[in-house]
């Protein structure tokens, strides 16, 4: 006997090892707008091409994080192009709607339409979980992208949150020179006393020319142009921000720095630990509901 129904919607693999998850558990899952599951994984989980016949028998709809790269269509296979407004009009009132990062326009709407909202970016569990989950998958992206040992390099971390602190908290066994730019006096505190320099946005200028690697973690600009032109030109920089991100392309194209974004680590490098860990933050929040 299942247990609940649910749909899985789009996504990147983490939706499809979320939904492989769920079922191992015993529930009834559908999938909708999942990219192709990957191997032999996936057995015995339907995958509908209509919204309306999987969302049908759904107590719970789970979706990705981010929810929306652009805030108007579902995160999902391009295959599968659906709009947030489509998706909310398919949605029954009762239903409840969970993913990452829904913008308060559409909460607002979900809210007026009776559907429930899950928001697992504001759950600090999973919140930690993910970014240690980043952190990781960080690492494997920065060892395989420098032409040079990180040994005694001068690194950059633009932004001191979670994911800054569990990629530096990474980086500590290879004697970097560290400086941490954060505009918040709390977090340049936490960061001298981990021993790196701590320097605010104003002071960048004084570091830039030192520098080997930047990664930064906000999104948001903090470098001006003229502060780019500081750099040495075999700089690399890393952006993990969500769009708009922290460096623009085109800036990074025309100075001849070499600029890697690198949104959604936890889906590119280890989805399956990735989508359990979504399965296991949702399915604590289903027992507090009694599902």
């Known amino acids: 006997m299942f247990l609940t129904s649910m749909t899985i919607l789009g996504g990147d693999l983490r939706q499809c090892y979320l939904a492989e998850y769920m079922h191992t558990l015993g529930h009834d899952v559908i999938c909708f707008g999942t990219v192709p599951f990957p191997f032999s994984h996936g057995e015995g989980i339907p995958v509908s091409h209509n919204l309306t016949y999987a969302l ?10 981010p929810f929306s790269k652009d805030g ?18 398919a949605l029954r009132p009762g239903q409840i709607l969970a993913g990452g990062g829904f913008g308060e326009d559409f909460s607002s709407s979900c809210a007026a339409a009776q559907i429930p909202v899950w928001d697992l970016m504001k759950d600090e569990a999973f919140i930690c979980r993910n970014a240690a989950l980043t952190g990781e998958g960080f690492l494997s992206l920065l060892i395989s992208n420098t032409p ?12 001191y949150g979670r994911c800054a602190r569990e990629i530096e908290k990474l980086l ?36 830039l020319p030192n520098l080997d690697l930047i990664i930064n973690t906000v999104n948001d600009s903090v470098l001006a142009d003229a502060q ?26 025309q100075k001849n720095l070499r600029l890697l974004r690198c949104p959604g680590i936890p889906g590119h490098t280890m989805p399956q630990t990735a989508g359990e860990a979504m399965g296991a933050a949702l399915s604590e929040r289903m027992l507090s509901y009694g599902l």
């Open 148 to 159: 040079f040992s990180l040994r005694g390099r001068s690194l950059l971390l633009i932004g």
């Open 228 to 253: 780019l032109d500081l750099l040495p030109p075999d700089c690399i920089l890393f952006d993990i921000a969500s769009a708009p991100y922290g460096f623009r392309k085109e800036t990074a194209d």
């Open 72 to 89: 108007v269509h579902l995160n999902a296979d391009p295959k599968e192009s659906l709009s947030l407004h489509d998706l909310l009009g």
């Open 56 to 65: 049908a028998q759904a107590r719970l709809v789970l979706g990705p994080v």
């Open 172 to 207: 500590r066994c290879f004697s970097m020179k560290i400086y941490v730019c954060d505009c918040k006096k709390e977090a340049l505190a936490l960061a001298s006393s981990q021993g790196h320099r701590a320097v605010w946005p104003k002071e960048l200028s004084r570091c």
